[in-house]
């Protein structure tokens, strides 16, 4: 068993969102802290962060970032949720950026335009869930199990799964649009 202290009462601040590393992290740096669409700042954050990247990074290296950002992210995201005693708060971002930063790996380089239209793509398809999308998500939901005692390493790393799933399957979705829109112009 864990040994998290978590209440329904908590009530994500800066102070407490940048007092560790997983928070920090989970709420994307700050971003999810946005009082009005926390996932939308979030992915508008990891753009911003990987155009930043790109003056700094090889593709090699964002491969690797974004790989274990998603490995370590189940668990960061699961880990979050558990104190928060949320099954997936809103302002855990965490899931939206590796998401998005998938996306742009495979697009980049690539004109502003397609960039707005990916990012428009996936947080269409990040928030209205549409299809297998909403699916998963609604299977990790029912599957998340009881919040209000603590978890597991395994049930809190299933639980950051679950968040991270959709917005994967979200970056799939967005992908698969734009290359059809591809193969139509061309």
């Known amino acids: 068993m864990t040994n998290i202290h978590h209440s329904s009462e908590v009530k994500p601040t800066f102070k407490w969102v940048f007092q560790t590393a997983s928070r920090t ?9 946005s009082p ?3 996932g939308t700042a979030g992915t508008l954050w990891a753009w911003a962060a990987f155009l930043v990247g790109e003056y700094f990074l090889s593709t090699e290296d964002f491969l690797w970032i974004i790989g274990g ?16 005693g949320k099954k997936d708060f809103g302002g855990i971002v965490w899931d939206e950026i590796v998401a ?4 742009l790996i495979f697009i980049m380089p690539t004109n502003i335009w397609m960039q707005i239209l990916a990012f428009a793509l996936f ?7 549409p299809g297998p ?6 299977h990790f939901k029912h599957s998340a199990g009881d919040s209000s005692q603590s978890s597991s390493f395994l049930q809190i790393t299933w639980r950051g799964f679950g968040i991270v799933i959709d917005d994967l399957a979200a970056a799939f979705c967005t992908l698969l ?7 139509l112009i061309q």
């Not at 992290?25 to 802290?33: P, Q, R, W």
């Not at 947080?123 to 869930?129: E, L, Q, T």
């Not at 649009?177 to 193969?183: C, D, E, G």
Request: aromatic residues 16%.
């Open 123 to 129: 947080r269409y398809f990040d928030a209205m869930k």
């Open 100 to 103: 998005f930063w998938l996306v």
């Open 36 to 38: 009005v669409a926390p």
């Open 177 to 183: 649009v734009i290359a059809l829109l591809q193969f």
């Open 133 to 138: 999308i909403g699916i998963i998500d609604r």
């Open 69 to 84: 950002g998603i490995l370590l992210g189940c668990w960061i995201c699961g880990h979050v949720s558990e104190e928060l």
């Open 25 to 33: 992290i989970a709420f994307g740096f700050g971003s999810g802290l």
